[in-house]
């Protein structure tokens, strides 16, 4: 739930400038201040600054975390950048998997990838990432194959439309399920 939205927006032929733009996602906090250029009313320039604190992020029967966040987004419709870091505060993988081996047996390709729809708004088209993940406390998955503490260290990179993840998930400690056994880490 969005509440407590604050700030000032000011609309002129030649930008929107947005100042100070404050408000709550459930109980996190966030900021955007900033200014996207325009010329014939279209954007030609944009370079914002988002902050979050606190800010929750769920996905439903899956995950749940909850976030701090500095990023710059900043450049023109043909190329933008997303910069900055994020720091986990907590979070939380719980959705089960099923993983049934038999039904694998015998098949000599993957399934194929879902199919996915390029963004093609200008700025986002165009946009790549630089946006680094660090931690405060070890990220947990419990589900039905893992009870695992993991410390992420990872850097999302790419674009937008094909974004790329590198680094490490140092799992701390914790248990496997496998086939009816169970492994400790």
């Given at each position: 739930r969005m509440h407590d939205l604050n700030g000032n927006i000011q609309v002129t032929p030649e930008a929107i400038v947005l100042d100070?733009?404050?408000?709550?996602?459930?109980?996190?906090?966030?900021?955007?201040?900033?200014?996207i250029g325009l010329k014939?009313?279209?954007a030609s320039?944009?370079?914002?600054?988002?902050?979050?604190?606190?800010?929750?992020?769920?996905?439903?029967?899956?995950?749940?975390?909850?976030?701090?966040?500095?990023?710059?987004?900043?450049?023109?419709?043909?190329k933008s950048l997303v910069s900055g870091d994020i720091q986990m505060i907590e979070g939380k993988y719980y959705k089960d998997i099923r993983l049934n081996l038999t039904e694998s047996l015998g098949k000599t390709s993957r399934e194929e990838a879902l199919a996915t729809?390029?963004?093609?708004?200008?700025?986002?088209?165009?946009?790549?990432?630089?946006?680094?993940?660090r931690y405060r406390e070890p990220f947990v998955i419990d589900n039905n194959m893992a009870l695992l503490a993991l410390k992420p260290d990872l850097r999302i990179y790419g674009s937008l439309n094909h974004p790329l993840i590198s680094g490490r998930a140092q799992v701390e400690s914790g248990t496997v399920y496998f086939q009816k056994k169970e492994f400790n880490v």
């Open positions: 100070n733009i404050r408000g709550m996602l459930d109980t996190g906090s966030f900021q955007l201040s900033g200014a014939g009313y279209q320039r944009v370079k914002l600054k988002f902050r979050a604190d606190d800010f929750p992020v769920i996905i439903p029967d899956t995950l749940e975390t909850r976030l701090n966040a500095n990023l710059d987004i900043k450049g023109t419709p043909e729809t390029d963004i093609s708004w200008p700025f986002f088209k165009n946009m790549s990432l630089d946006i680094t993940t």
